[in-house]
């Protein structure tokens, strides 16, 4: 079947710890995106891609980076920089709009704790 | 940059009874699309319904429908004949018409969401 899939689910990680999570997509979508959803907060946009070897920041970039040498895969990394860290983490894609609208098609989340 | 906001934190609803939920957002831009999105205890969004702005015809979903109101900048979500599988977090959000880059990426932007409990 088609879909996004994320991992890990769960994530837990110490202080100071680089950490990436993985984000995987068979849907063909050129873009794609990295969604931080915190209590109260909504989704707000840490990063996103167009196509292969090109990125930009969203709306809280700082302390995250990502990468995207494949159309399927968009991997974030939560650098040591990022003082909150502690929250859930969605990937998304979705296709070039063809005549109408198109929504984004989300991954089920990794929950990331820093203990 | 384009704000959304909904203001009811939570929200109940008896089974089988109506329930609407409020979003407000604010745009300079004439051509946008809007949608809600479900996220059940298992947190996977799931897209409930859509609304291009420039159609002036309320969308519908099944028991699902919005009231748009383009001049005050409301779209608000109307659940009739609400079941105990309704309940979830529901969020409203904003996209431009056109890509923001003009390469096909196209963000979204999200209000804080709006707990909605079912009960039996």
């Known amino acids: 079947d088609g879909g996004i899939t994320q991992s890990p689910k769960y994530l837990f990680r110490k202080e100071g710890q680089n950490v990436t999570l993985s984000c995987e997509q068979n849907l063909n979508h050129d873009a794609m995106y990295w969604y931080r959803q915190d209590p109260g907060q909504g989704l707000r946009l840490i990063y996103y891609?167009?196509?292969?070897?090109?990125?930009q920041k969203g709306d809280i970039a700082e302390g995250y980076s990502v990468s995207r040498e494949k159309k399927e895969s968009f991997p974030l990394t939560v650098t040591s920089a990022q003082k909150n860290p502690t929250a859930f983490y969605l990937c998304a894609s979705s296709p070039r709009d063809r005549g109408r609208v198109t929504e984004a098609f989300f991954g089920q989340g990794t929950r990331l704790t820093v203990v | 940059a384009q704000t959304v906001t909904q203001s009811q934190p939570e929200m109940s609803v008896q089974e089988a009874e109506t329930v609407t939920l409020s979003c407000t957002y604010d745009?300079?831009?004439?051509?946008?699309?809007l949608f809600w999105y479900k996220q059940p205890p298992s947190r996977q969004m799931i897209l409930v319904i859509r609304q291009e702005a420039y159609k002036q015809q309320n969308a519908t979903e099944n028991r699902f429908s919005v009231n748009f109101q383009k001049a005050a900048k409301s779209f608000s979500l109307k659940i009739s004949d609400s079941q105990l599988g309704d309940a979830a977090m529901y969020f409203c959000?904003?996209?431009?018409?056109?890509?923001?880059?003009?390469?096909?990426?196209?963000?979204?932007?999200f209000g804080k969401g709006t707990k909605l409990s079912v009960i039996p």
């Open positions: 959000a904003y996209r431009r018409a056109r890509s923001d880059s003009g390469a096909g990426s196209y963000q979204l932007t």
């Open positions: 891609s167009q196509i292969v070897n090109d990125f």
């Open positions: 745009t300079s831009e004439s051509d946008y699309y």
